[in-house]
Protein backbone atom coordinates (compact mmCIF):
# COMPACT_ATOMS: atom_id res chain seq x y z
CA UNK A 1 0.00 0.00 0.00
CA UNK A 2 1.64 3.17 -0.88
CA UNK A 3 2.35 5.30 2.26
CA UNK A 4 0.17 8.15 1.27
CA UNK A 5 -3.15 6.04 1.33
CA UNK A 6 -1.64 4.23 4.58
CA UNK A 7 -3.39 7.34 7.06
CA UNK A 8 -6.86 6.71 5.14
CA UNK A 9 -6.29 2.99 5.99
CA UNK A 10 -5.93 3.38 9.60
CA UNK A 11 -8.64 6.29 10.41
CA UNK A 12 -11.14 3.60 8.07
CA UNK A 13 -10.67 0.74 9.96
CA UNK A 14 -10.94 2.23 13.45
CA UNK A 15 -7.40 3.13 14.54
CA UNK A 16 -8.02 6.88 14.48
CA UNK A 17 -5.93 7.15 17.95
CA UNK A 18 -2.96 5.66 15.93
CA UNK A 19 -3.17 7.90 12.63
CA UNK A 20 -3.55 10.82 14.68
CA UNK A 21 -0.08 9.64 16.80
CA UNK A 22 1.80 9.18 13.86
CA UNK A 23 0.84 12.46 12.35
CA UNK A 24 2.25 14.22 15.19
CA UNK A 25 5.80 12.26 15.39
CA UNK A 26 8.76 13.71 14.16
CA UNK A 27 9.21 13.27 10.46
CA UNK A 28 12.13 10.73 10.76
CA UNK A 29 9.78 9.17 12.93
CA UNK A 30 6.68 9.15 10.87
CA UNK A 31 8.30 8.45 7.62
CA UNK A 32 9.75 5.24 9.09
CA UNK A 33 6.36 4.15 10.82
CA UNK A 34 4.41 4.85 7.31
CA UNK A 35 6.88 2.90 5.46
CA UNK A 36 6.67 -0.14 7.83
CA UNK A 37 2.82 -0.02 7.42
CA UNK A 38 3.01 0.51 3.98
CA UNK A 39 4.94 -3.05 3.77
CA UNK A 40 2.78 -5.13 5.01
CA UNK A 41 1.51 -8.32 3.70
CA UNK A 42 -2.08 -7.57 1.83
CA UNK A 43 -3.35 -10.37 3.52
CA UNK A 44 -2.83 -8.94 6.88
CA UNK A 45 -4.26 -5.89 5.52
CA UNK A 46 -7.48 -7.86 5.10
CA UNK A 47 -7.60 -9.13 8.09
CA UNK A 48 -7.67 -6.04 9.47
CA UNK A 49 -10.45 -5.15 7.36
CA UNK A 50 -12.15 -8.18 8.06
CA UNK A 51 -11.79 -7.19 11.98
CA UNK A 52 -12.50 -11.03 12.83
CA UNK A 53 -11.40 -12.59 15.78
CA UNK A 54 -8.88 -15.84 15.37
CA UNK A 55 -8.82 -18.87 17.03
CA UNK A 56 -5.28 -20.08 18.13
CA UNK A 57 -4.93 -22.89 16.00
CA UNK A 58 -5.31 -23.32 11.82
CA UNK A 59 -7.79 -25.99 10.93
CA UNK A 60 -7.62 -28.78 8.44
CA UNK A 61 -10.09 -29.95 5.85
CA UNK A 62 -9.83 -32.38 3.27
CA UNK A 63 -9.11 -36.25 3.70
CA UNK A 64 -6.45 -37.31 6.20
CA UNK A 65 -4.93 -40.62 5.78
CA UNK A 66 -1.59 -42.52 7.59
CA UNK A 67 2.09 -42.17 5.84
CA UNK A 68 4.42 -45.41 5.76
CA UNK A 69 7.76 -44.80 7.31
CA UNK A 70 10.89 -45.95 5.74
CA UNK A 71 11.18 -48.24 8.63
CA UNK A 72 14.74 -48.67 10.78
CA UNK A 73 15.09 -52.37 9.83
CA UNK A 74 14.53 -51.37 6.39
CA UNK A 75 16.76 -48.81 6.26
CA UNK A 76 19.45 -51.07 7.96
CA UNK A 77 18.88 -53.68 4.91
CA UNK A 78 20.14 -50.48 1.85
CA UNK A 79 22.48 -48.90 4.59
CA UNK A 80 25.62 -49.01 2.85
CA UNK A 81 23.46 -48.12 -0.74
CA UNK A 82 22.05 -45.29 0.70
CA UNK A 83 25.52 -43.78 2.51
CA UNK A 84 27.19 -44.29 -0.52
CA UNK A 85 24.50 -42.35 -2.72
CA UNK A 86 24.49 -39.54 -0.17
CA UNK A 87 28.18 -38.81 0.15
CA UNK A 88 28.41 -38.79 -3.37
CA UNK A 89 26.01 -35.96 -3.56
CA UNK A 90 27.86 -34.37 -0.62
CA UNK A 91 31.18 -34.16 -2.42
CA UNK A 92 29.94 -32.76 -5.48
CA UNK A 93 28.04 -29.73 -3.34
CA UNK A 94 24.59 -30.62 -3.90
CA UNK A 95 23.23 -29.96 -0.79
CA UNK A 96 23.48 -27.14 1.65
CA UNK A 97 22.37 -27.03 5.56
CA UNK A 98 20.17 -24.48 7.04
CA UNK A 99 19.95 -24.19 10.94
CA UNK A 100 16.75 -22.56 12.58
CA UNK A 101 18.27 -20.34 15.35
CA UNK A 102 15.96 -17.59 15.79
CA UNK A 103 14.99 -18.37 19.63
CA UNK A 104 16.14 -17.12 22.65
CA UNK A 105 17.44 -19.31 25.56
CA UNK A 106 14.33 -17.56 28.01
CA UNK A 107 12.48 -20.52 28.96
CA UNK A 108 16.52 -22.02 29.65
CA UNK A 109 16.95 -19.53 32.15
CA UNK A 110 19.60 -17.88 29.66
CA UNK A 111 19.12 -14.72 28.17
CA UNK A 112 20.95 -14.95 24.92
CA UNK A 113 20.56 -17.09 22.08
CA UNK A 114 19.37 -20.76 22.79
CA UNK A 115 22.50 -21.59 20.55
CA UNK A 116 24.86 -20.23 22.91
CA UNK A 117 23.35 -22.72 26.10
CA UNK A 118 25.83 -24.44 28.15
CA UNK A 119 24.71 -27.52 28.37
CA UNK A 120 27.83 -29.26 29.91
CA UNK A 121 28.01 -30.06 33.56
CA UNK A 122 31.59 -30.15 34.55
CA UNK A 123 32.76 -28.65 31.47
CA UNK A 124 31.56 -25.98 28.65
CA UNK A 125 29.77 -27.36 25.64
CA UNK A 126 27.67 -24.97 23.78
CA UNK A 127 24.52 -26.49 21.76
CA UNK A 128 25.99 -24.52 18.52
CA UNK A 129 29.10 -26.70 19.31
CA UNK A 130 27.20 -29.57 19.79
CA UNK A 131 25.92 -29.36 16.75
CA UNK A 132 28.95 -28.00 14.98
CA UNK A 133 30.42 -31.43 15.72
CA UNK A 134 27.84 -33.55 14.59
CA UNK A 135 27.99 -31.72 11.10
CA UNK A 136 31.89 -31.84 11.32
CA UNK A 137 31.60 -35.83 11.51
CA UNK A 138 29.73 -35.61 7.93
CA UNK A 139 32.91 -33.04 6.23
CA UNK A 140 35.43 -35.78 7.58
CA UNK A 141 33.31 -38.60 6.12
CA UNK A 142 33.10 -36.45 2.77
CA UNK A 143 35.98 -34.63 2.67
CA UNK A 144 34.27 -31.50 1.99
CA UNK A 145 32.60 -28.66 3.54
CA UNK A 146 29.28 -28.35 3.67
CA UNK A 147 27.64 -24.55 3.37
CA UNK A 148 25.75 -23.69 6.46
CA UNK A 149 22.86 -20.80 6.82
CA UNK A 150 22.29 -19.81 9.90
CA UNK A 151 18.21 -17.93 10.24
CA UNK A 152 18.78 -15.61 13.07
CA UNK A 153 16.31 -12.92 14.57
CA UNK A 154 16.76 -9.17 14.99
CA UNK A 155 17.06 -9.93 18.30
CA UNK A 156 19.89 -12.46 18.68
CA UNK A 157 21.50 -11.88 15.16
CA UNK A 158 24.78 -9.60 16.77
CA UNK A 159 25.07 -12.19 19.92
CA UNK A 160 25.19 -15.21 17.25
CA UNK A 161 27.68 -13.92 14.85
CA UNK A 162 29.98 -12.79 18.04
CA UNK A 163 29.30 -16.02 19.57
CA UNK A 164 30.28 -17.72 16.92
CA UNK A 165 33.59 -15.51 16.07
CA UNK A 166 34.62 -15.41 19.98
CA UNK A 167 34.70 -19.54 19.54
CA UNK A 168 36.46 -19.58 16.40
CA UNK A 169 33.60 -20.95 14.86
CA UNK A 170 34.08 -24.47 16.37
CA UNK A 171 36.78 -25.59 14.19
CA UNK A 172 34.33 -25.28 10.81
CA UNK A 173 35.89 -23.08 7.89
CA UNK A 174 34.07 -19.42 8.59
CA UNK A 175 33.69 -19.10 4.88
CA UNK A 176 31.12 -21.68 4.54
CA UNK A 177 29.33 -19.92 7.58
CA UNK A 178 26.57 -17.58 6.45
CA UNK A 179 24.11 -15.68 8.71
CA UNK A 180 20.93 -14.08 7.65
CA UNK A 181 17.70 -12.51 9.48
CA UNK A 182 14.34 -14.42 9.61
CA UNK A 183 11.65 -12.06 7.97
CA UNK A 184 8.78 -10.73 10.54
CA UNK A 185 5.37 -9.49 10.24
CA UNK A 186 3.29 -7.18 12.28
CA UNK A 187 1.54 -7.94 15.47
CA UNK A 188 -2.14 -6.68 15.96
CA UNK A 189 -4.38 -6.49 18.87
CA UNK A 190 -7.29 -9.50 18.74
CA UNK A 191 -9.95 -6.63 17.44
CA UNK A 192 -7.46 -6.24 14.25
CA UNK A 193 -5.39 -2.99 15.34
CA UNK A 194 -1.19 -2.32 14.53
CA UNK A 195 0.23 -2.15 18.00
CA UNK A 196 3.56 -0.49 19.24
CA UNK A 197 6.60 -2.12 20.93
CA UNK A 198 8.19 1.17 21.26
CA UNK A 199 7.03 4.87 20.25
CA UNK A 200 8.75 4.46 17.28
CA UNK A 201 8.12 1.05 16.21
CA UNK A 202 5.47 -1.59 15.13
CA UNK A 203 5.47 -4.89 17.50
CA UNK A 204 6.86 -7.42 14.99
CA UNK A 205 7.25 -11.08 15.88
CA UNK A 206 9.71 -13.79 13.78
CA UNK A 207 7.23 -15.15 10.11
CA UNK A 208 6.76 -18.39 11.92
CA UNK A 209 9.01 -22.02 11.68
CA UNK A 210 8.14 -22.13 7.57
CA UNK A 211 9.12 -18.64 7.16
CA UNK A 212 12.93 -19.90 6.40
CA UNK A 213 12.20 -19.77 3.13
CA UNK A 214 10.80 -16.67 2.20
CA UNK A 215 13.45 -15.15 4.05
CA UNK A 216 16.42 -17.36 2.38
CA UNK A 217 15.00 -15.51 -0.84
CA UNK A 218 14.21 -11.91 0.35
CA UNK A 219 18.10 -12.15 1.53
CA UNK A 220 19.18 -13.63 -1.81
CA UNK A 221 20.46 -16.07 -0.62
CA UNK A 222 18.72 -19.02 -3.06
CA UNK A 223 20.45 -17.38 -5.61
CA UNK A 224 23.64 -17.89 -4.36
CA UNK A 225 22.93 -21.44 -3.24
CA UNK A 226 22.22 -22.09 -6.69
CA UNK A 227 25.74 -20.72 -7.64
CA UNK A 228 27.47 -23.17 -5.60
CA UNK A 229 25.55 -25.86 -7.18
CA UNK A 230 23.38 -26.70 -4.24
CA UNK A 231 20.43 -28.63 -5.72
CA UNK A 232 19.01 -29.60 -2.16
CA UNK A 233 18.47 -28.03 1.45
CA UNK A 234 18.60 -29.61 4.84
CA UNK A 235 16.54 -27.23 7.18
CA UNK A 236 16.53 -28.62 10.99
CA UNK A 237 16.78 -26.69 14.43
CA UNK A 238 18.36 -25.72 16.77
CA UNK A 239 16.08 -27.23 19.42
CA UNK A 240 17.65 -30.58 19.20
CA UNK A 241 21.29 -31.49 20.77
CA UNK A 242 21.42 -34.61 19.02
CA UNK A 243 20.10 -34.04 15.70
CA UNK A 244 22.11 -35.12 12.98
CA UNK A 245 22.29 -33.17 9.93
CA UNK A 246 23.87 -33.80 6.38
CA UNK A 247 23.38 -37.17 7.20
CA UNK A 248 24.19 -39.03 3.79
CA UNK A 249 21.87 -42.17 4.51
CA UNK A 250 18.57 -40.06 4.82
CA UNK A 251 20.51 -37.47 1.40
CA UNK A 252 20.96 -41.02 0.10
CA UNK A 253 17.68 -42.38 0.78
CA UNK A 254 15.64 -39.67 -0.87
CA UNK A 255 18.21 -39.42 -3.73
CA UNK A 256 17.19 -43.64 -4.31
CA UNK A 257 13.56 -43.16 -4.05
CA UNK A 258 14.04 -40.21 -6.84
CA UNK A 259 12.32 -38.32 -4.16
CA UNK A 260 11.46 -34.45 -3.91
CA UNK A 261 11.62 -34.24 -0.02
CA UNK A 262 12.01 -36.08 3.22
CA UNK A 263 11.48 -35.94 7.05
CA UNK A 264 13.08 -37.30 9.68
CA UNK A 265 10.60 -38.97 12.21
CA UNK A 266 10.79 -40.15 15.86
CA UNK A 267 7.66 -43.54 16.57
CA UNK A 268 5.67 -41.46 19.00
CA UNK A 269 6.17 -42.23 23.17
CA UNK A 270 2.18 -41.91 23.38
CA UNK A 271 -0.93 -41.18 21.04
CA UNK A 272 -1.02 -37.98 22.95
CA UNK A 273 3.12 -37.06 22.12
CA UNK A 274 2.85 -33.27 21.91
CA UNK A 275 4.93 -33.82 18.26
CA UNK A 276 3.49 -33.44 14.84
CA UNK A 277 2.73 -36.44 12.93
CA UNK A 278 3.44 -37.23 9.42
CA UNK A 279 0.35 -38.19 7.65
CA UNK A 280 -2.00 -37.28 4.13
CA UNK A 281 -3.63 -34.99 2.67
CA UNK A 282 -5.97 -35.28 0.00
CA UNK A 283 -2.88 -37.54 -0.80
CA UNK A 284 -0.39 -35.30 -0.51
CA UNK A 285 2.35 -35.22 2.63
CA UNK A 286 1.27 -33.62 5.65
CA UNK A 287 2.23 -32.84 9.27
CA UNK A 288 -0.75 -32.67 11.07
CA UNK A 289 -0.32 -30.83 14.56
CA UNK A 290 -1.07 -32.63 18.11
CA UNK A 291 -3.94 -30.75 18.76
CA UNK A 292 -5.45 -31.50 15.51
CA UNK A 293 -5.43 -35.25 15.89
CA UNK A 294 -8.86 -36.50 17.06
CA UNK A 295 -9.11 -38.94 20.04
CA UNK A 296 -10.00 -41.73 17.85
CA UNK A 297 -7.17 -40.79 15.58
CA UNK A 298 -4.39 -40.41 17.79
CA UNK A 299 -5.81 -44.11 19.08
CA UNK A 300 -5.74 -45.33 15.42
CA UNK A 301 -3.73 -48.60 15.08
CA UNK A 302 -2.11 -50.54 12.18
CA UNK A 303 -2.66 -54.31 11.90
CA UNK A 304 0.33 -55.33 13.46
CA UNK A 305 -0.51 -52.58 16.51
CA UNK A 306 1.56 -49.57 16.02
CA UNK A 307 0.35 -46.17 16.34
CA UNK A 308 -1.51 -45.38 12.63
CA UNK A 309 -0.49 -41.58 13.23
CA UNK A 310 2.52 -42.89 15.22
CA UNK A 311 5.47 -41.34 13.61
CA UNK A 312 6.01 -37.75 15.19
CA UNK A 313 8.65 -35.11 13.24
CA UNK A 314 11.58 -33.97 14.91
CA UNK A 315 12.22 -30.98 12.93
CA UNK A 316 14.54 -32.37 10.16
CA UNK A 317 13.66 -31.89 7.01
CA UNK A 318 15.00 -32.47 3.14
CA UNK A 319 13.81 -30.19 0.26
CA UNK A 320 14.61 -29.99 -3.68
CA UNK A 321 15.49 -26.43 -3.87
CA UNK A 322 14.21 -26.07 -7.60
CA UNK A 323 10.24 -27.40 -5.88
CA UNK A 324 11.34 -25.28 -2.95
CA UNK A 325 11.29 -22.04 -5.26
CA UNK A 326 8.10 -22.81 -7.35
CA UNK A 327 6.29 -23.74 -3.38
CA UNK A 328 7.22 -20.44 -2.24
CA UNK A 329 6.52 -18.65 -5.36
CA UNK A 330 2.95 -19.55 -4.52
CA UNK A 331 2.84 -17.45 -1.09
CA UNK A 332 2.95 -19.69 2.02
CA UNK A 333 -0.26 -19.66 3.56
CA UNK A 334 -0.55 -17.67 6.70
CA UNK A 335 -1.61 -18.62 9.97
CA UNK A 336 -2.70 -16.02 12.50
CA UNK A 337 -2.43 -17.19 16.45
CA UNK A 338 -3.25 -15.48 19.22
CA UNK A 339 -0.26 -14.83 21.72
CA UNK A 340 0.67 -12.53 25.06
CA UNK A 341 2.74 -9.69 23.43
CA UNK A 342 4.23 -7.13 25.08
CA UNK A 343 2.90 -3.49 23.67
CA UNK A 344 2.59 0.03 24.08
CA UNK A 345 -1.15 0.96 24.92
CA UNK A 346 -2.01 4.20 23.06
CA UNK A 347 -4.78 6.31 24.84
CA UNK A 348 -6.84 8.28 22.72
CA UNK A 349 -5.08 11.66 23.77
CA UNK A 350 -1.50 10.24 22.32
CA UNK A 351 0.14 8.75 26.10
CA UNK A 352 1.92 5.85 25.53
CA UNK A 353 2.13 3.20 28.44
CA UNK A 354 3.98 -0.29 28.47
CA UNK A 355 1.63 -3.62 28.98
CA UNK A 356 2.92 -6.38 29.96
CA UNK A 357 0.09 -8.91 29.69
CA UNK A 358 -0.58 -12.28 31.10
CA UNK A 359 -3.16 -13.75 28.64
CA UNK A 360 -3.11 -13.85 24.66
CA UNK A 361 -3.75 -10.48 23.64
CA UNK A 362 -2.61 -9.83 20.02
CA UNK A 363 -2.77 -11.94 16.94
CA UNK A 364 0.72 -13.30 15.73
CA UNK A 365 0.87 -14.10 11.94
CA UNK A 366 3.04 -16.99 10.93
CA UNK A 367 4.06 -19.70 8.04
CA UNK A 368 4.27 -23.49 8.87
CA UNK A 369 6.92 -26.01 8.13
CA UNK A 370 3.61 -28.16 7.38
CA UNK A 371 2.47 -26.13 4.59
CA UNK A 372 5.98 -26.39 2.82
CA UNK A 373 5.76 -30.28 3.29
CA UNK A 374 2.11 -30.08 1.79
CA UNK A 375 3.61 -27.90 -1.34
CA UNK A 376 6.24 -31.36 -2.43
CA UNK A 377 4.84 -33.69 -4.56
CA UNK A 378 6.21 -36.73 -2.24
CA UNK A 379 8.13 -36.96 1.22
CA UNK A 380 9.92 -39.94 2.46
CA UNK A 381 9.16 -40.35 6.13
CA UNK A 382 12.80 -41.86 7.44
CA UNK A 383 12.71 -43.11 10.87
CA UNK A 384 15.66 -42.65 13.11
CA UNK A 385 16.57 -43.79 16.29
CA UNK A 386 14.59 -41.59 19.33
CA UNK A 387 17.53 -42.36 21.97
CA UNK A 388 20.31 -41.46 19.46
CA UNK A 389 18.74 -38.50 17.26
CA UNK A 390 15.71 -36.58 19.27
CA UNK A 391 17.28 -34.54 22.58
CA UNK A 392 14.79 -31.49 22.42
CA UNK A 393 15.70 -28.72 24.92
CA UNK A 394 13.00 -26.67 25.40
CA UNK A 395 12.39 -25.71 29.11
CA UNK A 396 14.49 -25.71 32.33
CA UNK A 397 12.78 -28.98 33.68
CA UNK A 398 10.88 -31.45 33.29
CA UNK A 399 9.66 -32.73 29.79
CA UNK A 400 12.16 -31.72 26.86
CA UNK A 401 14.04 -29.91 29.00
CA UNK A 402 17.96 -29.54 29.95
CA UNK A 403 17.79 -32.40 32.24
CA UNK A 404 16.04 -35.03 29.77
CA UNK A 405 18.54 -33.67 26.87
CA UNK A 406 21.55 -33.99 29.17
CA UNK A 407 20.58 -38.08 29.93
CA UNK A 408 20.52 -38.76 26.44
CA UNK A 409 23.77 -36.82 25.60
CA UNK A 410 25.18 -39.54 28.40
CA UNK A 411 24.03 -42.36 27.13
CA UNK A 412 25.21 -41.53 23.45
CA UNK A 413 28.79 -41.36 25.52
CA UNK A 414 28.77 -37.49 25.33
CA UNK A 415 30.99 -36.33 28.36
CA UNK A 416 29.34 -33.36 29.95
Not at 24 to 32: D, I, L, N
Not at 297 to 308: F, H, R, V
Not at 316 to 336: C, E, G, Q, T, V
Not at 351 to 356: A, F, G, Y
Request: with cysteine; glycine share 8%; charged share 25%.
Amino acid sequence: MNTDNILDFLKNTGQDSLARYIESCEPVTKASLLDALSRTDNRIMEHIKSRGETGTASSYGGRIAPLNALTLSAIDKQREKFTRCGLGAIREGKLALLLLAGGQGTRLGHDSPKGCFNIGETRELYIFELLIAHLSDVVREAGTHIHLYVMTSLENNAPTISFFKEKNFFGYDPDYIHFFIQEQNPVLSTDGHFLLSTPTELCYSPNGNGGWALSLEKAGLIDEMKSFGVEWVNVFSVDNVLQRMADPVFFGAILDQGLTSGAKVVRKNAPDEKVGAMCTLDGKPYIIEYYELSREMSLETNPDGSLAYGYGVILNYIFRLDKLIASNAKAMPLHAVKKAVPYMNLSDDGTLEPVVPKEPNAIKFETLALDLVHEMDDCLVFEVDREKEFAPVKNKTGIDSVDTARELLKKNGYVL
